[in-house]
């Protein structure tokens, strides 16, 4: 993906192009939902921590080569092993995933509705995905690369400016990758 257009995406994220001036509130969110609360220019974790205006930080979801989006809040990247106990001691076991959830404004682009369908219509429709973090002036900060990711879970929900869209992907497997 070009930098120009990762730079058009963040843009059309923000409702206030980009800027860092934007404030975040919990209150303004009408679901009462303090988990992920996206405000015009930022995003609040929802723990009482710092919000952090959308253009410092993003997350960059790739499928298959083609960008799906850009997402100023992501959980849930990273692994873990089982623990299995042996005579000698504990040794690490089987892989463990954890679903990562992504969060944005909701976006005219149908791709994740579209990949989400085609799940609920039984297709085989599993791929490999990147998620890629980049910095306010598009420096790549990390990259993690995703085995058979789908989106189990696709929500739209009322936010401050608009509508919060969140996409859970399911994954075998998630790997740094060096940029």
Not at 122 to 128: I, M, R, Y
Not at 133 to 155: F, H, K, M, Y
Request: glycine share 12%; aromatic share 4%; with cysteine.
């Amino acid at each position: 993906m070009s930098r120009l257009a990762i730079t058009v995406a963040i843009t059309a994220l923000c409702a206030c192009g980009g800027s860092s001036g934007g404030s975040s509130n919990h209150d303004d969110d009408p679901s009462g939902d303090d988990d992920c609360v996206v405000d015009v220019c930022g995003v609040c974790d929802g723990d009482g921590g710092s919000c952090v205006p959308e253009s410092a930080i993003n997350w960059v979801l790739q499928v298959e080569g083609a960008s799906l989006g850009v997402f100023p809040l992501v959980r849930g990247v990273g692994g873990a092993n089982a623990l299995v106990e042996t005579a000698g001691g504990v040794v690490p076991g089987t892989a463990l995933y954890q679903d990562i959830t992504l969060t944005r404004l909701a976006s005219y682009d149908l791709s994740l509705t579209s990949w989400r369908t085609a799940i609920e219509e039984g297709e085989p429709a599993t791929k490999d995905a990147t998620l890629t973090l980049v910095d306010d002036e598009l420096g790549v900060i990390g990259r993690w690369s995703l085995s058979n990711a789908w989106p189990s879970a696709l929500e739209v929900t009322p936010a401050a400016q608009g509508l919060r869209e969140t996409v859970v992907l399911t994954h075998t497997g998630c790997r740094r990758a060096f940029p």
